[in-house]
């Protein structure tokens, strides 16, 4: 969704500013580390940030990708060679058409499905020890194939998928074609959640959906709500580093968690009686502007 041309104004941070960063946040304890946001691979010293990283005692290195570099056998030898652990591929709809039109790259999904498949070998190999995951972005135009994409993909060897309701923001910010109501898509949700209870045995989780939108006959199993709509899965951003372009300028740091909840969600009026209002981050605002509060009641 997002149409921002970050690079034509947040040029790359020097490779000597995120060696500072990351050494930062490792005095700082931290273990795990995800190259994130825009397109990690794109950035010139990517392999030598992992490699440090690695070098500086990281035990979890991840990268999430749209996967076009990782479709080529020797950049993704290079990463793992590096010390990559782990890779989320964002790859939203095994149909080309609707890869395609998402986001807006001919011939993208061919080269997706070529990284997966790098991925899946690696790990099969024992090189990616914290596994391969899709992050696809929940939608109008995927929602209806949740289930033949689920199980695409455990075909090819994945067992491990996060959805991510969308964002109404950027390009689809009033886009009601791309962006559907909570309860749009609840079926296929629910559906999907039962075959894997009952047959398939992944993980899958979905992000960016308050407990309310989904049935109260469902709510009533708590540790499936909580393993199903949790915002946390198995990437969990916690400290966001954000480099300016400006050399000398301090890095904007801030957690990913508190900026969702306070900035780009609300709550409502039903939630000040919400038994679920601690563990709940709310609903994007953009959300509430396009189509209202109505789905929301207090849990
Ligand atoms: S806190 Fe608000 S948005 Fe979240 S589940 Fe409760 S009523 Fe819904």
Redesign the pocket.
């Known amino acids: 969704m997002s149409g921002e041309e970050r690079d034509d104004h947040n040029p790359w941070a020097s490779f000597d500013r995120l060696m500072k960063e990351l050494e930062h946040h490792y005095e700082s304890g931290a273990r795990s580390v995800g190259f994130l946001g825009g397109e990690p691979t794109a950035y010139p010293h990517i392999i030598r940030s992992i490699s440090f990283a690695k070098k500086l005692g990281y035990q979890r290195i991840a990268l999430c990708t749209n996967g076009m570099r990782l479709a080529d056998k020797d950049f993704l030898g290079e990463a793992l060679s590096a010390g990559l652990t782990r890779a989320t591929v964002s790859l939203h709809s095994h149909i080309a058409e609707v890869e395609e039109r998402l986001v807006g790259v001919p011939g993208i999904l061919k080269m997706k499905l070529g990284a997966v498949k790098n991925l899946v070998r690696a790990r099969e190999s024992g090189q990616l020890p914290d596994n391969v995951s899709l992050n696809p972005v929940l939608n109008r135009l995927n929602a209806p194939s949740l289930e033949a994409y689920i199980l695409f993909f455990i075909a090819q060897g994945i067992n491990d998928i996060r959805f991510n309701f969308i964002w109404p923001q950027s390009r689809v910010l009033t886009d009601t074609a791309v962006v559907p109501r909570f309860r749009d898509i609840m079926p296929e949700i629910l559906k999907v959640i039962l075959l894997n209870e009952r047959k398939w045995g992944i993980s899958i989780s979905f992000g960016a959906i308050?407990?309310?939108v989904v049935p109260e006959f469902f709510r009533k199993h708590v540790e499936l709500l909580f393993k199903y709509f949790s915002e946390e899965s198995n990437d969990h951003p916690t400290d966001v580093g954000f480099m300016s372009s400006d050399e000398d300028g301090a890095v904007n740091r801030f957690s990913l968690k508190a900026r969702t909840r306070y900035d780009h969600r609300m709550?409502?009026s039903?939630?000040q009686d919400?038994s679920?209002?601690s563990a709940?981050l709310?609903?994007w605002r953009s959300y509430v502007s396009l189509y209202g509060v109505e789905e929301?009641?207090?849990?």
């Open positions: 308050p407990f309310c709550k409502v039903a939630c919400c679920l209002a709940c709310g609903v929301f009641s207090a849990a």
